[in-house]
């Protein structure tokens, strides 16, 4: 069965410093590929999407992410983290003929805390 | 544009009770989806919909009723509550299969 696997529960990194969360899944093709964020009490907001063509996608508020066939793993980065960083995010993949049919699998999530 | 909707914000339910969180979105969106969130799982999947009058079974539907009268409107019916159905719920959409979806604040439901 496909399946999104986020290995870090929690992350604390300094402000300034860089991030990096990881995401690996479980799908024989190339799936759609997400990363999603969400703030406190927030609903879920895109940070990025990748469904084909060049591997390091670009989103908002400074991220992008890598998609890496080899290693099944689509990692999400930022050079310098800003205290308004601080969230949980989550890893989302799109595949066909899922049991849920359309829907995305969602990673459980990584939670990030900013220190100063 | 309010983009997705969910109503209410905040809800409490006795043991029993039956409740309806309702969905709305304004993107002319065809698919739609109820999730739960609980803390370390993530977001699992309750029902979804890929069209007007169609409905469709998730990860975890059981307890759950769903109605897609409108399009751009999409039911989640607890018909007797349960403490274990204590959660935060995210209505979401889409224009098209595996694509972007888009996530409403969020209902947080306390089941006693």
């Known amino acids: 069965a496909q399946s999104v696997t986020q290995p870090d529960i929690h992350i604390t990194v300094s402000e300034g410093a860089s991030l990096e969360l990881r995401c690996n899944y479980s799908y024989g093709a190339t799936p759609y590929l997400f990363w999603y964020v969400q703030s406190p009490g927030q609903g879920l907001q895109l940070l990025l999407k990748?469904?084909?063509?060049?591997?390091l996608v670009q989103g908002i508020k400074g991220f992008e992410a890598e998609f890496k066939r080899s290693q099944s793993s689509f990692n999400l980065r930022k050079p310098s983290v800003h205290w308004s960083d601080a969230a949980e995010y989550f890893c989302a993949v799109g595949v066909s003929g899922n049991q849920a049919g359309t829907a995305l699998i969602f990673g459980k999530g990584t939670t990030l805390s900013v220190s100063s | 544009n309010a983009g997705v909707t969910q109503t209410p914000k905040f809800r409490v339910l006795k043991t029993g009770q039956s409740m309806t969180l309702l969905c709305a979105q304004d993107m002319n969106h065809e698919y739609m989806y109820w999730y739960r969130q609980d803390p370390g799982m993530g977001l699992r999947l309750i029902h979804y919909?890929?069209?007007?009058?169609?409905?469709a079974k998730g990860e975890v539907p059981d307890g759950y009723n769903v109605s897609r009268l409108k399009k751009q409107n999409f039911l989640l019916g607890l018909e007797s509550a349960a403490p274990s159905q204590t959660s935060v719920y995210f209505c979401?959409?889409?224009?098209?299969?595996?694509?972007?979806?888009?996530f409403g604040p969020g209902t947080r439901l306390t089941v006693l």
């Open positions: 919909s890929v069209g007007e009058g169609t409905t």
């Open positions: 990748y469904f084909s063509g060049d591997t």
């Open positions: 979401a959409s889409s224009s098209i299969a595996y694509n972007e979806q888009f």
